[in-house]
């Protein structure tokens, strides 16, 4: 699975078939959107059916009735456009730092994307507006905090709708400002008011959690290939042996995720001196080297699954009711409840913190001299009056610490809302931003460990026990880090190393080395 969403300049949405790729190329690298034909058409009908229920004054939830506890309250229909606009007003409750860009474009392409199914009942144009917002760049300012993540994420997508209606507050070209001046300076009209069936049309749905969600997805996924490179640099600086790796050994047991880093490890430690001197120095490592293939593995598993949820949920249509052409029916349903994802998300959360897991344990070897094969006290040249890397090791611990309370299942809560009418709900939101801030610790965790095997690698080559050649890419990765981290031969400020080595470890670029030597690298 060779993901590269920065390639993809234009995509077109249909509601069916949009991809992971496609869905980062527009959050995370600006692609442009447009909406198809067939879509535009399809929302048209569903819309001229909405207008007819309206008119016949069916009663159908939310075109004819209020919301929530509300649904028992007739609603006139010279009020339903009133009861559609009043709905984001009111459910504008968000708190907390607003989303970064790339989540809240990821939420008005999935948003738009849902739309476009042709069962909501809305006006194509919510949609098209919406793209000329991701092409344009006019980014609405929405809160983190106060999504259920039942009803879809209510407060987030009612934020992120006030701009389409001249109010709230956005983001264009980099200046926070009102949205009615960000829809200004991008030659976008606002809309004077929502009609029936749209307030609920915007605001039901799942984006919120899934845009987070689908970006810390992605950002766990090159943290898992990366655990992979950074372990194999490791094994160099501890002496690792190799036999763990063997294929034999992962095919009796079977899973797919396993055999892939074994493979891996193959490939990364193909042609190493210091590795190919040390095979016979003991019968077998510890756990955090021994079993990288089991733990790796089982988080390239967990990852596949989040995955595979992901992917559905993109094409999702997630509002209620829902306009169903054939038969003209319009059905109250529950496709707007979080649990498929909020599960998927939580899972994601404990997977990644599996990452930081095991690499902390490895920094660990390297830095006590009672564990690394030989490797002096913390890395260091001169102990006693230097630390060397022994807080470098500390700050990993507290990060892997704290993704263990994060990593608590945000599932297994739930607490009622709208007099008792929802009365379990998924916390999906709350679990994909935890999911998000478990990431940010695990990048940090492995750019500790990447800056560790270095020093471990240099001072390897000093001892000189074992030779001095690594494999071509490890030798490529540890002269990338040395370019902007010396060598640490006495204490110094160190912080300035690891931020450096954190924003490699965000950037992608130490991927694009590996893909340089190993083209498929998985």
């Known amino acids: 699975m060779i993901m590269n969403p920065s390639v993809i300049k234009e995509i077109v949405i249909d509601g069916h078939s949009l991809t992971i790729d496609e869905f980062l190329a527009v959050a995370r690298f600006g692609a442009k959107v447009t909406v198809s034909a067939q ?26 009735t209020g919301f929530g506890d509300f ?18 007003l009111s459910h504008c409750t968000a708190t907390g730092d607003p989303y970064a860009e790339e989540v809240v474009r990821g939420m008005l392409l999935l948003r738009a994307n849902a739309l476009c199914g042709g069962v909501s009942g809305v006006r194509p144009l919510l949609v098209t507006m919406m793209a000329e917002m991701l092409n344009k760049g006019v980014h609405p300012v929405v809160p983190q905090k106060g999504s259920l993540g039942a009803s879809g994420d209510l407060a987030p997508l009612a934020h992120m709708t006030l701009p389409m209606l001249g109010k709230g507050r956005a983001v264009y070209q980099g200046v926070e400002m009102d949205g009615a001046e960000a829809m200004a300076k991008a030659g976008i009209q606002p809309l004077e008011t929502l009609v029936c069936k749209e307030g609920l049309g915007m605001t039901n749905g799942t984006c919120a959690m899934t845009s987070v969600g689908t970006l ?28 763990a790796y063997d294929e034999r050994v992962h095919k009796v047991r079977g899973h797919k995720g396993q055999l892939d ?26 756990y955090s080297l021994r079993c990288i293939p ?31 052409l054939d038969d003209e029916n319009v059905i109250s349903g529950g496709n707007f409840h979080g649990e498929p994802m909020a599960l998927a998300f ?82 999906g939101t709350t679990a994909a931003r935890k999911a998000k801030m478990i990431l940010q610790n695990t990048q940090d965790v492995l750019a500790d460990e990447l800056m560790t095997a270095c020093q471990a690698i240099d001072i390897r080559r000093r001892l000189n026990t074992h030779g001095q050649g690594l494999t071509p890419l490890h030798e490529a990765l540890y002269k ?5 981290v010396a060598f640490y031969e006495i204490d110094r400020e160190i912080w300035p190393d690891i931020r450096a080595v954190e924003e490699m470890i965000r950037s992608g670029e130490l991927l694009d080395i590996v893909k340089e030597y190993i083209p498929d690298f998985e």
């Open 216 to 243: 810390a997805w992605y950002d766990s996924y090159c943290a898992a290939q990366l655990a992979d490179i950074i372990g194999s640099m490791t094994m160099e600086g501890l002496t690792g042996l190799l036999n």
């Open 261 to 286: 880093v074994a493979k891996n490890f193959r490939l990364l430690t193909e042609g190493s001196e210091i590795l190919s001197n040390c095979q016979n120095d003991r019968v077998q490592d510890a």
């Open 71 to 88: 649904a028992r309250v007739a609603v006139p229909e010279d009020m339903s456009n009133t009861l559609s606009t009043n709905l984001i």
């Open 480 to 484: 990338h880090v040395r370019e902007k």
């Open 346 to 427: 939580d899972f994601l959360g404990i997977a990644c913190s599996e990452i930081a897991d095991i690499s902390e344990r490895r920094t660990e070897r390297m830095v006590n001299p009672a564990l690394s094969n030989g490797l002096t006290a913390f890395l260091t040249t001169e102990a006693g009056v230097n630390s060397g890397f022994m807080i470098v090791q500390y700050a990993a611990a507290s990060m892997v610490s704290e993704n263990k309370i994060y990593a608590h299942p945000a599932s297994v809560d739930s607490i009622p809302s709208s007099a008792n009418q929802e009365d379990i709900v998924s916390m």
């Open 294 to 324: 089991q733990v790796h593995g089982a988080i390239r598993d967990a990852l596949e699954y989040v995955r595979s949820k992901i992917e559905i949920e993109l094409n999702a249509v997630t509002d209620n009711p829902l306009v169903f």
């Open 39 to 64: 879509a535009l058409e399809m929302m048209q009908k569903s819309r001229d059916l909405a207008e007819k229920i309206a008119s016949e004054k069916r009663v159908a939830y939310g075109i004819t």
